[in-house]
């Protein structure tokens, strides 16, 4: 009855998007007030009937309802109840639907918030956006529907993949989720502003906060996703350059390069071609990681060929939208008032700089992802493309970038003075000198650029103070000057200096965690002590225990720094009869910003067990920059400008809970 | 007692995918040896995973050309000799960075032709802006005439 309900509401909603898709569109041609309006009440009533199909899966789940075939394939009884959640999305057709919930979530946010936008506007926007619901609602019901019976319900479900019960997954999809669908406001906006073919500053400053909105969740998710991996896998990487997560990182390139486009539209009425085209690139990129990642074409083609329904149906709405969106964009982009001059030294002139190397770098790692693919179906020949790659062509593209990074928000606009600014930044200059003359002294091991890396990292943070230290007159003024001049500060000066500041603290993770992180392999008996960075660890022994679904092998591991026990870890390795896979559980002790890594091999049968042990030396930073930059975002979004005369931001803290 | 643990766990196992890359036991007892085959390990390609590199990869064909890679630079070769060694016999797929040829061009030229490409579409932008402006285009005649005739029907 429940997942009957659910498949219900769902069908409901294909009927509110389909009528949302022509309604207020048509009302926006004839003038028409209360067509347009019927657009609010159904992107209203849409999120409604998804949030009730989202409940009713989630409480088939719950419930351990195994005549629900897709609860029956990847739930289990003996599951710990977060577990049973988050196994909603944990597959293929629940986590289409998660999709859709946060789509329409989407819509519902414009049509709360978007009070002050023009009316044919918003029309047309909620009229956009349910043309991509549509297609969705449309795909889960014909491909992918989660709400199927079985004929015969079975005792038992066949578990979750071990690897996904764990809270990373309870929270990395829908962050990430929350910014690929995100982008499809932006989206939404870009083709209602070609459809309406007028494009100005205001428009710029309307999508500014869902790109924003979208980007913070994408730049945290993408973090998260990276931190789980880096404990669950065991073998403590952290970005594999794996094309699934090339899928999200280059919606991330591109949302980025369009946040820094837009700010250029919204102040000097420039770049308005370019913004709509980022606009449908960044949602673009967005669906063909949905589409690499659901469609199966990654493992291998052959894959892809015997069961094609749902890769092809998912093609076409790629197909559909990218391409429809891009022909509009060519038809109707040259009829837009170009407008604006710039000069080349300026603050727009180092945006654009921005833009050039961001595009770049998503265009390598496009290519790079579906090259092996292109190259496999048009000449059978095989190739790979790994790691060693994109480390060879990503860093010559993203060093230009780190260079600028500080120098754009000291720039002017329209004149830019590039010799005074490198004068302001002689500060940061000098820190990234000591850093590279520090390293140089004291690092052991590393590659020779090391230190030069370091000081990089350096330069970018101390130079995404410079202006915040400036403009507060800080160590020139008394103390109590600068705090009023600080309060005084734009939120969005803040956020462009926190964010520029964690893009710092990130490559600072990077460099130390690659050049100096140490690793020792060994196999152990009782009682034998691995040394790491003077860190004894010793092998007490191993014990056996029984988890709600699982068993586990557990060694413990005493920990000490000279003769002070500074803690016990124990690593793990837990097997799943259900499925018959077994995971390893490392075993993790921070130190600092610095971790020590454990994971365990296989036992021998004298008692023996082969170890992994690491020291990873600042490690922390890589993801913790990502929430500085995250935050970066969330001071901009709450900057005075964007809520005034603009739509209310979304508000993403409440759009983080999956909905009841 | 602690045997039988482990004999329970070692039968659980059976089957499943020990979680496990670089095995103790193949560690070359020459450090500088090792740290060539460990990066030489990151380099190629594990053949029946998905996407990872022989050093991430527990699978036993991954531990057989890490063992492999061991045994040709403990028999003197270079690791240049090593990487055209194991392309010879397992072709181009098992190089995670490809060889740059006629294939891989596009691949490897994309980036930077795309900057290039940019940077010279800028430039030109910019000097056809210095030029004449964009902003203070004269009319033609012609263009004078026709937006009169629009003034005055708007006027109308």
């Known amino acids: ?660 | 007692m602690r045997w039988l643990f482990v004999l329970v766990w070692l039968l659980a196992l059976t089957g499943a995918t020990p979680v496990f890359a670089v095995q103790p036991d193949e560690i070359l007892p020459d450090q500088q040896l090792e740290a060539r085959a460990r990066n030489l390990s990151r380099e190629l390609r594990c053949m029946v995973c998905q996407n990872q590199s022989i050093d991430d990869s527990d699978a036993a064909l991954a531990r057989d050309l890490r063992v492999l890679v061991r045994e040709r630079l403990q028999a003197g070769d270079s690791d240049q000799q090593v990487l055209d060694f194991l392309t010879a016999r397992y072709g181009e797929f098992v190089l995670l960075k490809p060889l740059f040829s006629l294939q891989t061009a596009l691949l490897w030229l994309m980036p930077a032709a795309l900057v290039t490409f940019g940077a010279f579409f800028l430039i030109v932008r910019v000097r056809r802006q210095r030029k004449g402006g964009e902003t203070d285009v004269k009319l033609t005649p012609a263009e004078q005439a026709r937006l009169g005739k629009f003034v005055k029907s708007e006027n109308e």
């Open chain 1, 1 to 660: 009855m429940i997942a009957e309900l659910g498949h219900y509401a769902l069908v409901l909603a294909l009927g509110l998007a389909l009528i949302q898709s022509f309604v207020p569109i048509l009302g926006a041609r004839t003038q028409d007030p209360v067509l347009m309006g019927v657009a609010g009440t159904t992107a209203l009533a849409q999120f409604l009937c998804v949030a009730i199909a989202f409940t009713a899966l989630t409480i088939c789940y719950v419930i351990s309802d195994f005549t629900v075939a897709n609860v029956f394939e990847n739930s289990h009884s003996a599951m710990p109840l977060i577990y049973k959640i988050t196994s909603v999305w944990g597959n293929h057709e629940g986590s289409m639907l998660l999709w859709v919930l946060i789509l329409s979530l989407f819509g519902a946010l414009v049509a709360i918030f978007g009070a002050n936008l023009p009316l044919t506007l918003k029309a047309n926007v909620l009229g956009v956006q349910s043309w991509v619901a549509a297609a969705f609602y449309l795909f889960i019901l014909v491909t992918s529907n989660p709400f199927l019976r079985l004929p015969q319900a079975p005792f038992e479900g066949r578990d979750l993949n071990p690897i996904l019960q764990d809270i990373g997954l309870a929270i990395h999809p829908p962050l990430l989720y929350l910014g690929y669908v995100g982008f499809s406001i932006t989206f939404s906006f870009a083709i209602a502003a070609l459809i309406e073919g007028k494009i100005d500053a205001a428009w710029a400053r309307w999508v500014r906060p869902w790109t924003l909105a979208a980007w913070m969740c994408l730049t945290i998710g993408i973090a998260m996703g990276s931190y789980w991996a880096y404990y669950e896998l065991g073998w403590g990487g952290w970005w594999f350059w794996d094309p699934v997560e090339n899928a999200s990182f280059m919606p991330w390139l591109a949302g980025t390069a369009l946040l820094h486009s837009a700010v250029v539209m919204e102040k000097r009425n420039a770049l308005k071609v370019w913004t709509i085209l980022l606009a449908i690139l960044a949602f673009s990129l967005s669906l063909i990681g949905t589409f690499l990642v659901r469609s199966g074409v990654l493992t291998s083609v052959h894959t892809f060929a015997t069961d094609p329904t749902r890769g092809v149906f998912i093609l076409a709405i790629l197909a559909t939208f990218i391409g429809g969106g891009l022909a509009l964009y060519a038809w109707r982009a040259p009829t837009l008032k170009q407008g604006g001059l710039f000069a080349p030294i300026s603050r727009e002139g180092a945006l654009i700089f921005n833009n050039l190397f961001l595009t770049a770098a998503c265009a390598t790692v496009f290519v790079g992802t579906l090259y092996p693919l292109a190259l496999e179906t048009l000449t059978g020949a095989k190739i790979s493309v790994g790691a060693p790659f994109f480390n060879a062509t990503f860093a010559p593209l993203f060093i230009p970038l780190l260079l600028a990074a500080p120098f754009g928000p000291l720039m002017a606009w329209k004149r830019g003075d590039l010799y005074g600014v490198a004068q302001r930044l002689l500060g940061a200059f000098a820190i990234a000198v000591i850093a590279i003359v520090v390293t140089f002294t004291i690092a052991e091991g590393g590659s020779v650029l090391a230190p030069f890396a370091i000081g990089l990292a350096f330069y970018v943070m101390a130079g995404a103070l410079t202006d915040l230290v400036e403009r507060t007159s800080l160590f020139r003024a008394p103390a109590a000057v600068s705090l009023t001049r600080a309060r005084g500060l734009s939120r969005s000066a803040w956020g462009t200096a926190l964010a520029h500041f964690g893009l710092g603290v990130t490559l600072l993770g990077i460099v130390f965690e690659t050049q100096w992180g140490t690793e020792r392999i060994a196999e152990m008996k009782p009682s034998q002590t691995l040394s790491i960075r003077g860190y004894d660890f010793t092998f007490a022994g191993i014990a056996q225990r029984d988890g709600p679904n699982y068993r586990e092998l557990t060694a413990k591991f005493i920990v000490r720094n000279g003769d002070v026990v500074v803690g016990v870890l124990e690593p793990s390795k837990r097997s799943f009869s259900s499925r018959d896979t077994s995971t390893t559980e490392a075993a993790l002790m921070t130190r600092g910003f610095s971790q020590f890594y454990l994971s365990l091999g296989d036992p021998k049968p004298d008692g023996s067990i082969a170890v992994r042990l690491y020291h990873k030396p600042l490690v922390l930073l890589i993801w913790l920059g990502a929430v500085v930059m995250m935050l970066g975002g969330a001071l901009s979004l709450s900057d005075r400008r964007l809520r005034v005369g603009a739509p209310k931001p979304a508000k993403p803290k409440t759009a983080l809970q999956p909905a009841e």
